[in-house]
Each structure stands twice: as C-alpha cells, then as structure tokens.
C-alpha cells in the first residue's frame, strides 16, 4: 500500500498526551485542528454531528416547503401524503445519517422538525 503524504492529514479525537509524529517516507503529515470532510461527511475532533444536520435539516426544510401545494391539498389522502413525507423529506433530512453518531440533544431536534412537518401536513 503506497500513501501520499500531501494528500494524508491526521485528526485526533480526545488526545491528551502530545501529538504523535507521523512520517510518510521523509514528510511529517499534516494536523487538523477541528474538523474536515470526508466523502461528503463532516468529521469533528469529537465525533459530533451537529455541524453536519444544520445543512441537512435545511434541505429537508426546503423540500417539505416545495411540497407545500400537496401538503395544503384537501383532496389528497393522508396516506399519499404520509408516503410522500417520507420518501422525499423524510430521506433528506436523514442522508448520510448511518455514519452519524447522534447525541440525544440532536436525536430530539430531529424528531421535533419531523412532528412539526407532521402537524402541519394534518393541519394542526
């Protein structure tokens, strides 16, 4: 296995000691403070997520504001809705989700914007 050392970059999460020397062939690699993206993903010094839900929680807002015509129609069952829900905002807000490890204050957040698209689709 051969490793560019430009292209490498080291992140630690909760060290306490000092930092550790990595050397590929005769170049130090390189230190990230706080965080970086790796396909897609934003990857913090403490594994958090919250940073990365804010954009998709926007997405997902902005497509449950696009829908808004079906949501408001009165001719349209409420299980088309509810399948609509959830295979368009739904699957928005939660992309990427599987690498995500959510804290309780973030698994509450989400489940409040998806009760209150809910109670808007229902009209409450």
Known sequence: MRFSSPKCQ???????????????????????????????SLITHDGSVTDEMSPQILNARLTFINLRHLWRGRDIRLSTKDQVYSTSVHCVSMYVCKTWTMKIEDMRRSQVIDHTNLCSIIHI
Do not use: A
């Open 10 to 40: 080291i992140l630690l999460q909760k060290w306490s000691t000092s930092s550790p020397r990595l050397v590929i062939g005769s170049e130090v690699v390189e230190y990230i403070d706080h965080h970086f993206i790796h396909l897609g």
